[in-house]
């Protein structure tokens, strides 16, 4: 009986998001022509002063060095209509943490994959389980998700930093200045660390500072790494210094705190192991019970008690897996 209605929810979700995610790689594809025009010809005409999208548009009327940056809340009109009176000042932290993570996505949209998700776990739970509104604290799912891709990202980035240090260093010993070097870096190197010196470039050639570009940089790969070697370069740039010397020390400083880093994973490998067993165990060993004695334990999901039961154990389990992840963290 639930059989149906469960693959009906499945497919219409499936084709919402097909249908959302269609749209979004239009209006993405059109949004990017759009912005590589915008550049070209910022680019080409020099510009001395930006306007953002949707603000002061006289200031950037009939005048060609004009670069309108686009600071919309979302690509779809009515929902950067509804979120810019209630985003526009709030959600500032979230935009960062969307950037950080790679992703080719507006908060807009994002906001409004969170409330599908949330919709999705509200209705399949209070279908199977009989559990009114615990579902859609799914929603948050999404937002772990992009957490998760903002620290692979970061990841393979200071992965990739020794290699490009030492790129850095050689271009410098050669005469190269340090423009023409991040230029090198970026034709290199791919994604992360290419499109993100990429950036940095871009950035350069629109008019910013070097070191503003480079404090762009640093707020987008938060690490510790990045942000010597930018600190290390503004104030070479400032004060002079031999920066092919520093850029190589950097380089194996980096490769020691790899080091530290693969010690200490080995170290706690058994603990994270029991942390994420202790977690799918519990809830594995409830569905397969559940499969073979559906009279007995199906009662958990229907009875007051049985559902706080599960509401507690929820809990508590995640509350043991965040202190074991708390404790097995340790910063080098």
Request: charged residues 20%.
């Amino acid at each position: 009986m639930l059989a149906p209605l469960f693959f009906s929810v499945v497919g219409f979700l499936a084709v919402l998001m097909f249908c959302i995610a269609s749209y979004l790689v239009w209006q993405n594809s059109q949004d990017k022509k759009s912005q590589d025009q915008r550049v070209k010809q910022a680019t080409e005409a020099k510009p001395q002063f930006f306007v953002e999208d949707g603000a002061n548009k006289d200031q950037g009327e009939g005048s060609e060095s004009g670069l309108r940056r686009d600071s919309r809340i979302s690509s779809i009109p009515w929902l950067n209509d509804l979120f810019s009176k209630y985003l526009k000042q709030n959600a500032k932290s979230l935009i960062v943490l969307i950037e950080q993570s790679g992703l080719k996505i507006k908060v807009g949209e994002f906001l409004l994959l969170m409330l599908l998700v949330g919709l999705a776990g509200f209705i399949l739970v209070n279908v199977f389980f009989h559990i009114p509104f615990v579902g859609f604290g799914l929603a948050i799912l999404p937002y772990f998700v992009l957490n998760f891709l903002k620290e692979k990202r970061t990841s393979d980035f200071v992965k990739q930093l020794p290699q490009a240090l030492d790129l850095i260093s050689s271009d410098l010993r050669a005469g190269l200045d340090v423009q023409a070097a991040l230029k090198h870096l970026a034709e290199e190197f791919p994604a992360p660390i290419g499109e993100e010196f990429a950036k940095v470039i871009v950035e350069i050639n629109l008019g910013f500072p070097i070191s503003e570009a480079l404090n762009n940089l640093a707020k987008r790969i938060n690490t510790m790494d990045v942000q010597i070697l930018c600190t290390g370069i503004i104030i070479n740039r400032e004060l002079g210094g031999n920066l092919g010397e520093l850029t190589s020390s950097i380089g194996n400083t980096v490769r020691e705190r790899f080091r530290l880093k693969g010690m200490i994973k080995a170290l706690t490998a058994e603990n994270q192991g029991s942390a994420i067993l202790l977690l799918i165990l519990p809830i594995a060993m409830y569905i397969v019970l559940n499969m073979l004695a559906p009279a007995v334990y199906n009662s958990f999901a229907t009875d007051p008690t049985g559902k706080m039961i599960l509401i507690g154990c929820a809990v508590s389990m995640t509350f043991g897996y965040l202190v074991i992840q708390k404790i097995t963290k340790l910063e080098v």
